[in-house]
C-alpha cells in the first residue's frame, strides 16, 4: 500500500473497508501522506484564524503566545517531529491538556482507553511506528476509534469526520501515554512470560538457566576424583606437574593484560559531522530499579541534563511491583517530565536485573538503546558521541560501552582501589580489546546498542547474573562488533566490606556462568570466533576466575621459595624456573594492575587513588574469599541475585548528608 506521509491521523485511501480491516492496515503502514481531502465548507470557515484553523484553535486554547509557537515549530523542524510533540517536550503544555483541548476543537470526546477495552490487531501496533489510530472493543462487542491527531492536519482530520458521521460517533480523541499504557496492558502476560524464560526458551544451551549440562558436570566430577586420586596416591609428584603448568597459565593471562598496558596505541575516537539535515533518531533509555527509592530524584537529574531533544528521547525507569517505596519516588521525580516513563514488573522470580530489562525492551521504540544504573551520573555529551560513532562505524557495530569512572574513590580505601580497578578495565584494557577486534565483555551499565539487533539477539539472559559479560560474548559469536566511548559515566562504588563482598561474590558467579555457557561446546565456538579470539576468551574469563584465588597463592609460593633458598640454597634449575615464575606471577599481576590504572589517571585522581596501590594484596585476599563464596552458590543459588544498594547503606560514613534520603512531607 501507497504510504501517505503527512496526514495527521495516518488514513489509508482505503478506509472506506470494514472498520477492522481498516484498523488493522493503520496499525500495519505507519507514517503515511496527505489524503487530498477537499475541505468542507465547516472546516473552510476555520481558516480564517491567523493561526491556521483548527490548530490555530487548538493554540488559543492552550495560551501559547507566538514566540512558544515559533519555538516548537523550528524544533518539529530540527528534530524531525510535530508541533504537538515539541510543545509537550519543552514543558509549555501538558499532553492531557493539549488532547483534550484538540477533542474539545473536533467536537470529540476526550477519553482513555478502559482496563476492559482491547486493541484490535494490537499485535501489528508496535511501539517504534505507534498508530495515530487504534480501533478497541469491550467484552460487549462495541467498538471506539481512539486517534491521535496532528495539530498541522486537524482541518484535514475534521473534514473526513465531518464527511463520516458514522465514524464520528464512535471516535475521540487519547494521548499518546495512554495508547502506549493500553499495549502495554495487553501484551503483560506475554512480555513477562518471555522476560523469564527469555534465551532459555529459544535457545536453552546459551542460557544459564542450566548451570552444568550433564556432560560438562560428568567432565568436572571426573576431573575431580582424578586429581583427588592423584593426590593421595602420588601427592609430591602431582604437585610438581600441577605448579608449573597453573603459573604457566596464570602467567598468560597477566601477559595478556600488561600487553594491553604496554600498548599505547589506543584506538582513536571516530569525529564525524553528521550532515545537516539529519534529524536525531528516538533514543531509548532503560534503568531498572530496585529498593533505590534514595537516589531517584538524583537519577533523574542526572538524565534530565543529557544532551538530546526531549522529544526524541525516552526514559523508561523500572521498578519490581511489591517496591512501593521506588514506585512513590519515581511517580514524584518525574511527575511533569513527559519523556520520562515508569514500567512496573510483576514480582515472580528470577528477580533479576537481566528479567526487569527483557520486560521493559518490547516498549521500547528508540533506534538506539543505552542502559544505566540507578546511582549513574551519564556525560550530557554521552548520547551524541554514541550516535556519531554508530552512524561512522562499520556496518557490524552493534554496542558501544562508556567508561565508568568511580567519583568516591577518595573516600575510603576499599572505594579507591575499586577505583582504580574501574580505571584499569573500562579505560584501557576494554579499549585496547575493542581496538584489536577480540571479545568485549560488556559492564553492567552504560552500554548503548542498536535496539534492533539487541532485540534479535534476544536480549539479556534473565538467569546470568553478569548478563553484561554474556551479551558481550553472544554479540561477538553472532559477527557483530564492540567497542568503546570516551564520555564517560560517574559512578559510586561500595565503602562497606559487606556490600562489596556480596557484589563481588555475585559477579564472580555470573563470569563462571557465563564461562560455562560459552564452552559448552567448544569445538563451535572456536569455529564461530576463530582460534586466536578463543585462545583471548579463556584468557579473559579463566584469568577473571583464577585471578582472585591465584595472587594470594603465587606470592606465597615465592615467600615460600625465598625462604627455602636462604635456608637450603638452590638445588637445581627446575627450582629455580618454577621459582621466576611464581615470581613473575606475584609481582607481574601487580605491576600489571597498576600500569593499567595509573596511565587511565587524570592528574586529580592520582593525587587521591596512589596511596592505596600498597593495599592491593590485601584487596586481593578479599576478592579470594568472595569467589569462594561465590562457588559455594554456584551450586547452592546459581540465580540468586544480591542487590548492590547505592545510597547511604554502602557508605562507610552513615552521616554522609550527599546520600541521605530528603524528607517528603504531604504523602499518605
Given at each position: ?84 510533540a515539541e510543545i509537550v517536550a519543552s514543558g509549555a503544555a501538558d499532553a492531557r491538556t493539549a488532547a483534550a483541548a484538540t477533542a474539545d476543537v473536533l467536537d470529540l470526546p476526550f477519553d482513555g482507553i478502559a482496563p476492559g477495552d482491547r486493541i484490535i490487531a494490537a499485535e501489528r ?230 528479567k526487569a530489562l527483557n520486560y521493559a525492551l518490547p516498549l521500547t521504540a528508540g533506534e538506539f538503546l543505552v542502559l544505566y544504573d540507578a546511582e549513574d551520573e551519564p556525560d550530557p555529551g554521552q548520547l551524541r558521541e554514541a550516535f556519531r560513532r554508530f552512524r561512522s562505524g562499520k ?73 553484561d559479560a554474556d551479551l558481550g560474548m553472544r554479540f561477538y559469536r553472532a559477527g557483530y562488533r564492540v567497542e568503546t566511548l570516551s564520555c564517560p559515566t560517574m559512578e559510586d562504588a561500595p565503602e562497606r566490606w559487606a556490600v562489596w563482598h556480596r557484589q563481588r561474590t555475585r559477579w ?161
Amino acid at each position: 500500500m501507497a504510504r501517505l506521509r503527512d496526514d495527521p491521523l495516518q488514513l489509508p485511501a482505503a478506509f472506506a473497508a470494514e472498520p477492522s480491516v481498516r484498523a488493522t492496515r493503520l496499525c500495519e503502514d505507519g507514517e503515511q501522506s496527505p489524503i487530498p481531502f477537499p475541505l468542507s465548507l465547516k472546516t473552510a470557515a476555520t481558516a480564517r484564524h491567523p493561526r491556521q484553523g483548527l490548530c490555530g484553535d487548538v493554540l488559543a486554547a492552550l495560551g501559547l503566545d507566538d514566540a512558544t509557537i515559533t519555538a516548537a515549530r523550528s524544533a518539529a523542524a530540527r528534530n524531525g517531529t510535530d508541533l504537538l510533540a515539541e510543545i509537550v517536550a519543552s514543558g509549555a503544555a501538558d499532553a492531557r491538556t493539549a488532547a483534550a483541548a484538540t477533542a474539545d476543537v473536533l467536537d470529540l470526546p476526550f477519553d482513555g482507553i478502559a482496563p476492559g477495552d482491547r486493541i484490535i490487531a494490537a499485535e501489528r501496533c508496535k511501539p517504534v511506528a505507534l498508530p495515530r489510530l487504534v480501533k478497541t472493543c469491550d467484552d460487549e462487542l462495541r467498538t471506539k476509534l481512539f486517534l491521535l491527531p496532528k495539530l498541522e492536519g486537524l482541518d484535514r482530520t475534521a473534514d473526513f469526520l465531518w464527511r463520516r458521521p458514522e465514524m464520528k460517533d464512535r471516535a475521540r480523541v487519547t494521548t499518546e501515554a495512554e495508547i502506549k499504557s493500553a499495549m502495554a496492558r495487553q501484551s503483560e502476560r506475554q512480555r513477562l512470560d518471555a522476560a523469564v524464560l527469555s534465551l532459555a526458551a529459544k535457545q536453552p544451551r546459551q542460557s544459564a538457566r542450566t548451570v552444568l549440562e550433564a556432560g560438562q558436570a560428568i567432565g568436572l566430577m571426573l576431573a575431580f576424583g582424578l586429581l583427588l586420586w592423584a593426590l593421595f596416591m602420588a601427592p609430591g609428584t602431582t604437585f610438581a606437574i600441577l605448579h608449573p603448568l597453573a603459573g604457566v597459565l596464570f602467567a598468560a593471562c597477566l601477559t595478556l593484560r600488561l600487553t594491553a598496558a604496554v600498548d599505547r596505541q589506543l584506538p582513536i575516537d571516530a569525529q564525524v559531522t553528521l550532515r545537516p539535515s539529519e534529524p536525531p533518531p528516538l533514543y531509548s533509555v532503560l534503568v531498572a530499579l530496585y529498593h533505590e527509592a534514595a537516589v531517584v530524584d538524583r537519577l533523574v537529574r542526572a538524565l534530565s541534563e543529557l544532551d538530546w531533544p526531549a522529544s526524541r528521547i525516552e526514559v523508561k525507569l523500572i521498578c519490581e511491583g511489591d517496591d512501593a517505596a521506588t514506585i512513590r519516588a519515581v511517580e514524584r521525580a518525574i511527575a511533569g517530565r513527559p519523556q520520562f516513563e515508569m514500567v512496573v514488573v510483576p514480582p515472580c522470580e528470577p528477580r533479576t536485573k537481566p528479567k526487569a530489562l527483557n520486560y521493559a525492551l518490547p516498549l521500547t521504540a528508540g533506534e538506539f538503546l543505552v542502559l544505566y544504573d540507578a546511582e549513574d551520573e551519564p556525560d550530557p555529551g554521552q548520547l551524541r558521541e554514541a550516535f556519531r560513532r554508530f552512524r561512522s562505524g562499520k556496518a557490524n557495530l552493534v554496542c558501544l560501552q562508556a567508561p565508568l569512572v568511580v567519583r568516591n574513590g577518595a573516600d575510603n580505601w576499599l572505594a579507591g582501589i575499586f577505583a582504580l580497578e574501574y580505571a584499569a578495565l573500562f579505560r584501557r584494557f576494554l579499549p585496547w580489546l575493542a581496538g584489536h577486534g577480540f571479545p568485549v565483555p560488556l559492564g553492567g551499565t552504560s552500554n548503548h546498542f542498536i535496539r534492533s539487533r539487541l532485540v534479535e539477539i534476544g536480549g539479556w539472559d534473565s538467569h546470568n547474573v553478569t548478563e553484561d559479560a554474556d551479551l558481550g560474548m553472544r554479540f561477538y559469536r553472532a559477527g557483530y562488533r564492540v567497542e568503546t566511548l570516551s564520555c564517560p559515566t560517574m559512578e559510586d562504588a561500595p565503602e562497606r566490606w559487606a556490600v562489596w563482598h556480596r557484589q563481588r561474590t555475585r559477579w564472580t558467579k555470573g563470569w563462571a556462568q557465563t564461562w560455562l555457557v560459552h564452552v559448552r561446546q567448544p569445538g563451535v565456538l572456536c569455529r564461530q570466533i576463530g582460534l586466536r579470539n578463543f585462545v583471548v576468551f579463556q584468557l579473559l574469563f579463566v584469568g577473571m576466575l583464577a585471578s582472585a584465588l591465584a595472587h594470594p597463592v603465587f606470592l606465597a609460593l615465592a615467600i615460600l621459595a625465598l625462604v627455602n633458598f636462604a635456608s637450603n640454597g638452590l638445588s637445581n634449575a627446575y627450582q629455580g624456573l618454577v621459582f621466576g615464575l611464581d615470581l613473575f606471577n606475584a609481582v607481574g599481576g601487580y605491576a600489571a594492575f597498576i600500569a593499567l590504572s595509573i596511565g587511565a589517571l587524570d592528574a586529580r585522581e592520582r593525587g587521591g587513588l596512589v596511596k592505596y596501590y600498597p593495599l592491593l594484596y590485601l584487596y586481593w585476599l578479599l576478592i579470594a574469599v568472595a569467589a569462594l563464596r561465590a562457588l559455594g552458590q554456584l551450586v547452592s543459588a546459581p540465580h540468586l541475585w544480591e542487590k548492590t544498594p547505592h545510597d547511604i547503606r554502602s557508605r562507610a560514613d552513615p552521616r554522609d548528608a550527599r546520600y541521605r534520603l530528603e524528607p517528603h512531607f504531604g504523602e499518605d
